[in-house]
């Protein structure tokens, strides 16, 4: 299993403690969004959570600014979760007058405080990335995706933003026990520009790349930035879609 060693150091994010005690230290600081802004992740919320009226639920929420975004743009139900009861107690103090968000400490390996099929869509930024380089890393994953797939409801979206690509996040995401569709987008960096010798144009981020049969990036793809950021958009099928792509198996293992 991948454990994401390349991208870790020695602080254990799976801990309640370390985010703590960061969150404290870095309180002057003010809010952080990890990897993406929301004005960057816009057009795929809005194209896979058009309803405004959609139950979300913000995993891993720490001080980020999105869910506040979110609802300046129209959403109106938000709950939003974290491992560190400091930044949990922030953001309620700071949100206190914004009806459309809830704020809960929980750690999400396990959210039974939830009962199943609670949300419309669910969003992670970085919480899984934290998660791999922490302690028992696969089974941390497997936790929380058990959980993600859990709590979705049936045609739901779990969105996620990593820095994985398939080859250390797929075989965490494509396991038949979850029953997800999964389309994957590529994002560059907030800023990034191509060098002045770069004749080629930039692929669109709203294109999802073409993945092969085992899930993976074709060999022939090219990263406008070598250090995107990926977007895993899975899809928990219905009962229909499920009897549909069942169907579609026992027919090609006829023919």
Same mark, same amino acid.
């Given at each position: 299993?991948?454990?994401?060693?390349?991208? =870790?150091?020695s602080?254990?994010?799976?801990?309640?403690?370390?985010?703590?005690?960061?969150?404290?230290q870095?309180?002057?600081?003010?809010?952080?969004?990890?990897?993406?802004?929301?004005?960057?992740l816009?057009?795929?919320?809005?194209?896979? %959570?058009?309803?405004?009226?959609?139950?979300?639920?913000? %995993?891993?929420?720490?001080?980020?600014?999105?869910?506040?975004?979110?609802?300046?743009?129209?959403?109106?139900?938000?709950?939003?979760?974290?491992?560190?009861?400091?930044?949990i107690?922030?953001?309620?103090?700071?949100?206190?007058?914004?009806?459309?968000?809830?704020?809960?400490?929980m750690?999400?390996?396990?959210?039974?405080?939830?009962?199943?099929?609670?949300?419309?869509?669910?969003?992670?930024?970085?919480?899984?990335?934290?998660l791999?380089?922490?302690?028992?890393?696969?089974?941390?994953?497997?936790q929380?995706?058990?959980?993600?797939?859990?709590?979705?409801?049936?045609?739901?979206?779990?969105?996620?933003?990593?820095?994985?690509?398939?080859?250390?996040?797929?075989?965490?995401?494509?396991?038949?026990?979850?029953?997800?569709?999964?389309?994957?987008?590529?994002?560059?960096?907030?800023?990034?520009?191509?060098?002045n010798?770069?004749?080629?144009l930039?692929?669109?981020?709203?294109?999802p790349?073409?993945?092969?049969v085992?899930?993976?990036?074709?060999?022939?793809?090219?990263?406008?930035?070598?250090?995107?950021?990926?977007?895993?958009? =899975?899809?928990?099928?219905?009962?229909?879609?499920?009897?549909?792509?069942?169907?579609?198996?026992?027919?090609?293992?006829?023919?």
């Open positions: 299993m991948f454990t994401d060693e390349s991208s =870790c150091n602080y254990n994010y799976g801990d309640a403690a370390y985010w703590d005690a960061r969150y404290v870095d309180a002057e600081m003010g809010n952080f969004d990890w990897y993406q802004r929301y004005s960057d816009r057009p795929f919320v809005r194209m896979y %959570i058009p309803s405004s009226s959609s139950r979300v639920l913000m %995993i891993g929420c720490g001080n980020a600014l999105m869910s506040e975004d979110m609802v300046k743009d129209g959403y109106e139900d938000i709950v939003n979760i974290d491992i560190s009861s400091i930044v107690d922030m953001m309620k103090r700071k949100c206190k007058y914004i009806s459309q968000l809830k704020y809960m400490q750690d999400v390996r396990d959210m039974s405080f939830f009962p199943d099929e609670s949300f419309d869509s669910i969003i992670d930024k970085g919480t899984l990335d934290s791999m380089c922490g302690n028992d890393a696969p089974i941390s994953a497997a929380m995706l058990g959980e993600v797939s859990r709590l979705l409801k049936p045609g739901g979206i779990y969105m996620m933003i990593t820095y994985g690509d398939p080859n250390i996040r797929m075989p965490h995401l494509n396991r038949p026990a979850y029953n997800w569709q999964i389309v994957l987008y590529v994002i560059p960096r907030p800023g990034f520009e191509k060098t010798g770069s004749s080629s930039m692929r669109s981020p709203l294109e790349v073409q993945l092969t085992e899930g993976m990036i074709p060999p022939n793809f090219v990263m406008d930035d070598p250090d995107s950021h990926f977007i895993y958009v =899975c899809k928990k099928m219905d009962e229909t879609e499920l009897s549909s792509l069942l169907s579609y198996s026992f027919n090609a293992n006829l023919s």
